[in-house]
């Protein structure tokens, strides 16, 4: 997988060795597990999906360029794959999930790995989580028609988020906060399930 990631054009070597590190497989039913490798989303139930690896390796790659993740939000925990990963490149990772059974199945799949700077909270990732912003990194697993609020209001002064963006057709956001301002940047079209409000 790894190998392959390379040469789609992933160059931070710390998220390959992060993606190497962690085991997919772990994440995914058993009886998908053969595929867990394959650059493709898998169900993990509840309409949703396990972004394939190459787009999780290349927003959190984007987020990195010249600095460190360190105080990180996710948006989105699903099965919990992502945090894993991006609890090998930052600082602290609060993982937000709407779903209560998938937020129990995250935990369940992340204890095996005692990651001490991982933390799950049940959520509506659309309002962030203004109790332990501000934030340095944002990622969103799940397409907005536009970027909430909140999140933007809870990236810290030179922070980073990545969230995709639109319906039918949808690209990755890259916003940069430099003081008072936020810069926009458009990435890869990319393909994922819509962003929900409330919890479930």
């Not at 600082?91 to 779903?99: G, M, Q």
């Not at 912003?133 to 990236?155: N, S, W, Y």
Request: a neutral charge.
């Amino acid at each position: 997988m790894v190998e392959r990631l390379r040469t789609q054009g992933i160059r931070d070597e710390r998220v390959l060795a992060a993606m190497q590190a962690v085991p997919r497989h772990a994440f995914v039913d058993e009886g998908l597990a053969f595929s867990a490798y394959d650059d493709t989303p898998l169900p993990i139930g509840f309409q949703q999906t396990i972004s394939q690896p190459f787009v999780v390796a290349r927003m959190i790659e984007l987020l990195r360029s010249g600095r460190e993740l360190g105080r990180t939000l996710e948006v989105g925990a699903g099965c919990g794959y992502q945090a894993a990963v991006l609890s090998l490149l930052a600082t602290e990772v609060y993982a937000v999930e709407r779903i209560r059974a998938l937020l129990d199945r995250a935990r369940a799949n992340l204890r095996p790995l005692r990651l001490a700077n991982v933390r799950l909270k049940l959520a509506d990732g659309s309002l962030g989580l203004p109790e332990a912003a501000p934030f340095d990194t944002i990622i969103v697993a799940a397409a907005a028609i536009g970027l909430p609020p909140a999140l933007k209001e809870q990236l810290a002064p030179g922070g980073r988020l990545i969230i995709p963006v639109g319906g039918a057709e949808q690209r990755l956001l890259l916003i940069e906060r430099q003081g008072g301002t936020f810069r926009e940047t458009w990435c890869e079209a990319v393909r994922f399930v819509p962003l929900i409000g409330g919890t479930d």
